[in-house]
């Protein structure tokens, strides 16, 4: 199985930036995508092939990456924002991340 | 507007089965590749099973493999997970999902809103 290593929770302040990283030990091609998740929830697509946003997401919202090293950011945060957030790659079967609980500072 | 709404979740036996559901809505069902999601209480998302667009080839992580299956009816748009030997571990939310591009088994572009599985003696 491909691991996915997520940075752990993050603390942020409306309108600042913030990089949540997701790391693999094999290269998943450019196939990671990012989902959004609130509590009692289910999981939204946000990101799709690394860098493409899905339908209606906001353009604060970008990813980026390549190989085994890819990035999600958002720029800037609203409180609305306030979530986890989980890679997933589907290059070699399909695993996810743990998952970075975003909170308010 | 596409529309995945799971049921038949509910407390169950260890070693015992259970068939959860996914009626799809608001999109051609034959043309998408099919998956069922699973999340733990307070844990992560994991892969459980893939169906492809005809239902002829079905895909599965080692952790559930010989015990789940997935199947498909397109003629009435629904999604199926019949569960086998169930285990303390298979404790979790189900989502149906649906992938991002006909024929493709890509992204889970879209999410239903989960069935709970609660297995416990």
């Known amino acids: 199985d491909t691991v996915l290593t997520q940075s752990p929770a993050l603390a942020v302040s409306p309108g600042e930036r913030v990089t949540i990283s997701c790391r693999t030990r094999?290269?998943?091609?450019?196939?990671m995508h990012w989902y959004q998740q609130k509590p009692g929830q289910q999981p939204k697509l946000l990101v799709y092939k690394t860098s493409n946003l899905a339908s209606g997401v906001p353009a604060r919202f970008s990813g980026s990456g390549s190989g085994t090293d890819f990035t999600f950011t958002i720029d800037p945060v609203e409180t609305d924002d306030i979530a986890t957030y989980s890679c997933?790659?589907?290059?070699?079967?399909?695993?996810f991340g743990a998952g970075t609980k975003l909170e308010l500072k | 507007e596409v529309q995945l709404v799971e049921s038949g979740g509910g407390l169950v036996q260890p070693g015992r089965s259970l068939k959860v559901s996914c009626a799809a809505s608001?999109?051609?069902?034959?043309?998408?590749?099919m998956a069922w999601v699973r999340q733990a209480p307070k844990k992560g998302l994991e892969w459980v099973a893939t169906i492809s667009t005809s239902g002829s080839n079905t895909y599965y992580p080692d952790s559930v493999k010989g015990r789940f299956t997935i199947s498909r009816d397109n003629a009435k748009s629904g999604l199926y997970l019949q569960m086998n030997s169930l285990k303390s571990e298979d404790t979790a939310t189900y989502y149906c999902?649906?992938?991002?591009?006909?024929?493709?088994?890509?992204?889970?572009?879209?999410w239903g809103q989960g069935t709970l599985v609660t297995v416990s003696s």
């Open positions: 997933h790659q589907s290059g070699n079967s399909d695993t």
């Open positions: 608001g999109f051609t069902f034959s043309h998408y590749y």
């Open positions: 999902a649906r992938q991002g591009q006909p024929g493709y088994n890509d992204w889970f572009a879209y």
């Open positions: 094999e290269s998943v091609n450019i196939l």
